[in-house]
């Protein structure tokens, strides 16, 4: 038995189940016959049975180098023994700059300054909270409005739930942001269904910006949108789309956020889906792969003029009010500087690059198996749309989640919707792996 599967095997099942309340879970459900993993190295998790299961989701879209990378490890690890922690306001420490600089070469041209924070939601809320400061800073405090998409996800901060697309993540929760709109989304598979990279179908969609405008005018502080969506069932942005709002952003002075929490560090085969896609965003958020996913992290890259129209145009004092007690954490900081290194010297990117057709081939493979109503892929990306069970929506999706892990592989689904991204270390034997087990789930809940 090899090392990992021994430490899975040694690790006790937890018997208390009650007391932990898990998010975005069914509870009931989960905890009527819980899954658990225990160990993980390389592309595998490891249970506490000792079952090998290939990663088909990169944790949840972060874990992009890998499991148990050893220079991620050492370098926490000795970070820890020299300062365990130092907050960022006033004080500083240097660890926070070095890796704001380094992370500042790779960002897209121009969103060299960056704000640390600690997830996907913390860096959704602070984009908006910059652009609306922005915008005041440089005279437009009329442009207080911000613009999402349907469909979008943009992590669990009322700021992000606002201006995200998701009914159900917004029903439970009363009023929401104020002055929040929204532009349709880009899912449409009666025109780009099973479409092999970006669709060449709906760029028109972003003109929808235009109508906006002439409803709110001047008072639209900024769009935000996810570069190509993920928790939504992978919703590939057709050709011109982001270019179209890019143009529509600029002519209306209206800032552009990319949210690419998930297609940041390497999943679409370049650093940023940004440079990938070909579109520059006034403000970039991230998190995820950032680390790893070693130690939670996020950060907000800004152009440059927007920290210094923010900054340099502020009265004597604080000029954001804003930031986290744990804003480049010191341990995290240390593994994203290891990250770093590893995706540059792994060159994940060029790995996605090499890779990526034989991936959609893989996902593509699928199409003509029963209730299979959808296939997209970009990057090491794939989303598989199910029909769903009538009268049961979800249900054959989590029917497929469940089999698919207990026949060695784990997915992501939301509703019927399997979302795959890998750990970018994949070989074409997993990619095999993956839509192996996959087709069989899918065959398995033909009924
Ligand atoms: C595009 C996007 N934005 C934001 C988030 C929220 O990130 P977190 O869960 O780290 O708060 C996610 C999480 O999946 C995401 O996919």
């Known amino acids: 038995m090899n090392e990992i599967r021994k430490l899975a095997t040694e690790t006790p099942r937890p018997n208390n189940f009650d007391a932990f309340w898990m998010g975005f879970t069914n509870n009931r459900a989960y905890k009527a016959g819980p899954r658990l993993v225990a160990a993980a190295e390389g592309v595998h998790y490891y249970t506490p049975e000792g079952r090998e299961v290939l990663d088909g989701t990169a944790g949840l879209w972060c874990v992009n180098a890998g499991h148990g990378r050893p220079e991620i490890a050492n370098a926490i690890k000795r970070q820890a023994d020299k300062m365990d922690f130092a907050p960022t306001f006033v004080v500083g420490h240097p660890i ?13 041209s121009g969103l060299d300054r960056i704000f640390w924070t600690n997830s996907g939601s ?22 207080v409005r911000l613009v999402g998409r349907e469909r979008a996800y943009h992590g669990v901060g009322f700021g992000g739930m606002s201006v995200g697309g998701i009914g159900p993540n917004r029903k439970q929760f009363g009023a929401m942001l104020p002055y929040v709109d929204h532009l349709p989304h880009t899912h449409a598979p009666e025109h780009n269904g099973f479409c092999r990279g970006q669709p060449a179908w709906g760029a028109h969609l972003a003109d929808q910006l235009e109508s906006l405008v002439a409803l709110h005018g001047d008072t639209i502080a900024a769009v935000m949108v996810e570069p190509m969506a993920g928790s939504t069932g992978v919703l590939v942005p057709p050709q011109g789309y982001l270019q179209r709002l890019r143009e529509l952003c600029t002519k209306h002075g209206i800032l552009l956020i990319f949210d690419e929490v998930i297609t940041g560090f390497s999943r679409l085969g370049s650093p940023f889906a940004a440079e990938r896609l070909g579109v520059a965003p006034d403000l970039l958020t991230m998190a995820k792969g950032l680390t790893n996913a070693a130690v939670p992290m996020g950060a907000v890259a800004c152009r440059d003029s927007v920290y210094r129209a923010i900054v340099e145009g502020a009265p004597a004092g604080i000029e954001l009010f804003h930031g986290y007690t744990y804003s480049g954490h010191p341990l995290a900081c240390a593994a994203a500087l290891a990250s770093m290194d ?96 996959l087709a069989e789930a899918i065959r398995a809940e033909a009924a």
Not at 99 to 106: K, S, T
Not at 384 to 399: A, N
Not at 402 to 419: H, M, Q
């Open 96 to 108: 926070a700059f070095e890796a704001a600089a380094r992370l500042a070469e790779i960002t897209p």
């Open 122 to 143: 913390e860096s959704a809320d602070t984009a908006l909270k910059i652009a609306l400061a922005y915008q005041k800073a440089i005279g437009q405090s009329q442009r």
């Open 342 to 437: 590893v995706h540059r010297a792994d060159d994940l990117p060029g790995r996605v690059r090499a890779l990526e057709d034989y991936w959609a081939d893989g996902a593509h493979s699928l199409k003509g198996l029963p209730n299979v109503a959808d296939i997209r892929n970009l990057g090491l990306v794939a989303g598989i749309e199910l029909t769903p069970r009538p009268g049961k929506p979800s249900d054959r999706g989590m029917k497929v989640f469940n089999r698919c892990f207990d026949d060695g592989l784990l997915t992501r689904v939301t509703g019927d919707i399997i979302a795959l991204s890998p750990p970018l270390i994949v070989e074409k034997s997993h990619v095999d792996r993956i839509f192996g087990t």
